[in-house]
Structures are given as C-alpha cells and as structure tokens.
C-alpha cells in the first residue's frame, strides 16, 4: 500500500533569473545610492524522505482459530454431511473465505443414505467450499490445502473437524496478507465422514473433487495437505501418509517443522482426504490424528480443543507453504 505524505506549500519571495532569491527589507536598511543590494543564498527546506511501509508478517492467531472452532461445534454443533447444519456451516466458511478476497465456489457433492458411526441417515447433498486467490489458475503450479467440514451425526466435531477448518480458515487469511510463492486453493471439503464401510463410502467430497479433474489441472497440483484433526493436545505433530504413493510431501512438512523447532511423528494413515488424492498418484499428505476419548461422539466439544496445538499445526503448515 502507498503512504502517500501532504507536503506543505512553501511560500515567500519570487526567485530571481539568477537563481538567488532578493531578501526583502525595511526602510532603515535600504542602500544608499552608492550601496549594492544585498543578496543571500537561497535556503531550500530539508524534505523528509518518505518512509516505505513495512508490513506486519502473517501470524497464526490461536485466539482467532478457536473461535472458528467454538462458532462450528458449540454454535451449530453437529454438521452431518447433507443436513441444514452442514450448509449453514458451508455459509459461514464462504463468507470467511470471501472476506478475505478470495474467489468462492461451492460445488455440490451427492451423498447416498447409509450409517453415520450408529446413526441411519437419508441420501441428499453436501459441498465443497473452493477458495482461490484472485487471478488463480488451476492449470498452473500450485498446492491444495484442505479441511473436511462434516461431521458425524451424533458429533458436535470440535476435534474432527472444527479445529482442522479453523486452521485452513487462519492459513487462507495469512495467504491473502503474504501470498506464498506457489497459489494456493484452499477447500472446506464435504462428506468427508462414512457412510458405512469401505473407501466408496468414504472421503465424498474430495473423492469427487479428484475424480472430476481434467488431466491438465491434476498435473498442476504440486501438493495436498489435509488438516484433519489437529487440536488435541500432545507432545508433537501427526504427519501421515497412506503408504502408497510418495512420501515428498510428508517429508516436506517434517522438514518444515524442524525450522520452526515443533516436534513431529511419521505415520501411515487412509482415514482423511489426503488419501483420495494418493490414490490418484498426487502428492499428499495429513497432519493430525491423535487419539482422543471423545472421538465420533457428543464429547467432541471444543474444551478438547488445545490453542497450543492448533497453532503448532499452523506454524508447521506456513512454514511449509513458503518453502514451495
């Protein structure tokens, strides 16, 4: 942003043509007829120089992330897959995205009837919530960070996934005030959760995400990271893998938090949406997955939540982002 300074007019006598300015005078100093006029040097002001704005660096805020987390678990609370819960959560995820200048698209994800961990539940429709930056081009080079949205159906989701959504929503606003060197979409997928058992009713949203992308953009992907529940307190960090393709980007991430100094465990993990994108031999990688005793049930509310947590997630993840 230009800083733009008002710099007062100056104002006095006309200079001269040779370039001295004529200081006036009073009667009493007037020359005598065989006096020459006095004459001085023109003093010019001294400009200050204009200061060039330094910005503030993008910084994690936990404060800001475990509002996110309160607003979907405690407010709206459990955000089954094709529920009116769950669209008012894609609401206020767009609104979020679209508040920090990104361009939003939301894009309907079908989901069959089946059991949500106990719980019968009907077919309908859930979403992916895509934000990119503007002038974002989806067959150039860039990476995919996201967070799935839904929860089951007995569960507030604190944990799983309101805390991994608020890490994506603080990610996308740091991204906008410093954008990366490689673009970033970020999605808030849908229908994440099964819907009874097996990989085909599982990880709808980013299944379908992966399934409809035209060779060209699939190439363009450099990377994928989920955050898939990234709060509960520990020691160190989850960072998974599926055990299929690649492990560049789990290395990456692990290579990222040792520059910031955040402890980090490898693991091999299927159960979050970095695993579609393996499949489809695209780069990825999870962060998250620590136990917890609330997992999929009414217990999952955000006093689980850890800030600390939260924000060692987000400080690995940024500090991964700047070295694409």
Known sequence: MSVLWAVPACSGPADSANGETERPVTPAESPSPTTEPTTEPTVQPTREPTPTP????AEFTPAAA????????????????????????????SERFTRFGYDV?????PVPAGDSWGVAVDSGASANVIAD?????PTRPHVVIGAHLDTVAAAPGAEDNASGVAVLL????????????????????????????GDDLHH????????ELPEARRQAIRAMVALDRVGVAADHVPVCTGGLGTTAVRSA???AAAAVDIPVQECENRASDHWSFEKASIPAARLGSIPFAGYHSPDDVPSVVDPGQLNRVGNITWAWLQRQ
């Open 253 to 255: 991430l692990v290579d």
């Open 170 to 197: 603080e990610l996308a606003r740091m991204a906008a005030v410093e954008p990366p060197p490689v673009p970033v979409r970020f999605i808030a997928f849908g229908a994440e959760e099964p819907r009874g058992e």
């Open 204 to 211: 709808f949203g980013s299944q379908q995400y992966v399934r």
């Open 54 to 57: 330094t910005p503030t660096p």
């Open 133 to 137: 930056p503007a002038g974002f081009d």
């Open 105 to 109: 698209t939301q894009v309907d994800v």
């Open 66 to 93: 475990m509002a996110v987390v309160e607003h979907l678990a405690g407010t709206i609370g459990p955000r089954e897959a094709a529920s009116p819960a769950f669209a008012e959560a894609a609401a206020y995820v």
